[in-house]
């Protein structure tokens, strides 16, 4: 048992590392200097002494605040115009010294932000928001495989390295209170033994409820509890499973498989969300030591679970569990395949604004294959590191502001 009690404080450190950091970033982005509202007015003028500056006043307090609109190095302008900055008024000659002389404080200040960015202290822009439900990555991890069937004890796992790349994107249409969640191109390799499992394409469709189809309440007080019953449907195209058994090479490939979902829970933009799955397909399996390759029809179901926290979506939670009965057409065999994982995603920091994040994800894989003589579960941890690119800023729900200029339209202003 002391193999496993070390296995498992590892995997507790690696959580509180993922909670430390999230908590560290969390705190780590306030600025001294107070920074212009991006959804107000901004003049642009100049002071006496020639300086462009641009300005954001509080006529009720009479104070501005200002700030020049270039990169800084040492507190003085270089060439380097800001980036993404809001298109400005032009003041009319002398409003600087007029506000002066009106007792106007003139207050330093950083730039305006868009959304989902900040400036540092010489006015660039860093990205500190994350859709991770909208991003290509790559990965690698570190996979501890657990045999526990038949062992006396808790024996030390064996380890492998896995490489990962994918893609997600994820977009709500706001006129239609629809989201479509898309996974493409997405693989994980294990080096040794080796083993794949990869997808083409997965999409879902599902709509926001505007009314609970059930809800749960109690003869007394306030509480009453709405579940949704909004259904979606959804498709998986070329998902396959492939590693070395004892038996041989074993290759199981769903060609096409259709799916209808049920949502009893549903957040913000329907980016959080708890469904049940249901479906059937089609697909060929094959073992290298028998030559044919049967086609199958299965029915699973499964179950999936997703949430984003904290405003600038840089933790990640999500469960995914599935099982699958499949029948094989000519050979009469079935079989049955099962697998469920929690994962937890945290950014660690970003290098030109593409996130790296650390994950860890606990997994169960079941197989009862009798064609292969595999009836076992098969235990692992994956523990690794992601970088992340094409993730725009999050979408908060009540997001009204003034959208950036397109790059074209902003000439020297940007």
């Not at 390759?293 to 499964?302: D, H, K, Q, R």
């Not at 397109?406 to 202003?413: F, K, L, N, S, W």
């Amino acid at each position: 048992m002391k193999d496993f009690r070390s296995v498992r404080k590892s995997g507790v450190v690696a959580v509180a590392v993922l909670v430390a950091f999230g908590a560290l970033m969390g705190t780590a982005m306030g600025g001294e200097l107070p920074e212009f509202d991006y959804e107000r007015d901004i003049v642009c003028t100049e002071r006496p002494d020639g300086v462009q500056v641009r300005l954001q006043c509080d006529h009720e307090l009479r104070e501005c605040l200002m700030a020049q609109p270039y990169v800084l190095k040492g507190g003085q302008p270089t060439p380097l115009v800001a980036a993404e900055m809001r298109r400005c008024y032009r003041g009319e000659p002398g409003l600087f010294e007029r506000l002066e002389e009106q007792g106007y404080e003139m207050i330093e200040a950083r730039l305006e932000s868009p959304r989902g960015y900040r400036r540092d202290a010489r006015g660039r822009l860093v990205q500190t928001s994350f859709d991770l439900r909208r991003r290509g990555y790559l990965g690698f991890a570190d996979r501890m495989h657990f045999d526990l069937d038949g062992s006396d004890g808790v024996p030390s796992p064996t380890h492998s390295l896995t490489l990962e790349v994918g893609g997600i994107n994820d977009k709500f249409y706001r006129s239609e209170r629809r989201r479509r969640r898309t996974r493409f191109l997405e693989g994980r390799f294990v080096m040794s033994p080796v083993e794949l499992d990869a997808q083409l394409l997965r999409t879902d469709s599902v709509r926001a409820s505007d009314e609970p189809g059930l809800w749960i309440a109690l003869p007394f007080g306030d509480l009453r509890l709405d579940i949704p019953l909004q259904l979606g449907v959804g498709a998986i195209l070329g998902r396959l499973h492939y590693r070395q058994i004892d038996g041989g090479r074993l290759m199981l490939l769903d060609l096409l498989g259709i799916h209808t979902t049920w949502e009893f829970y549903q957040g913000a933009l329907l980016e959080d969300y708890a469904l049940v799955r249901l479906g059937v397909g089609t697909g060929l399996r094959r073992l290298s030591a028998i030559d044919r390759t049967p086609l199958y029809f299965y029915p699973e179901a499964g179950i999936e679970m997703a949430w984003t926290l904290g405003a600038r979506g840089l933790t990640q939670i999500a469960v995914d569990t599935r099982a699958q009965l499949a029948a094989e057409l000519g050979t009469g065999e079935r079989w049955v395949v099962g697998a469920g994982s929690l994962s937890l995603e945290q950014i660690l920091f970003i290098v030109t604004d593409n996130p790296i994040s650390l994950f860890v994800q606990p997994e169960v894989r079941y197989d009862r294959l009798d064609f292969a003589q595999l009836n076992e579960f098969d235990y692992r941890l994956f523990v690794g590191a992601r970088i992340s690119g094409f993730s725009s800023p999050r979408q908060p729900p009540e997001d009204n502001r003034i959208p950036i200029t397109p790059a074209h339209e902003r000439g020297g202003q940007r």
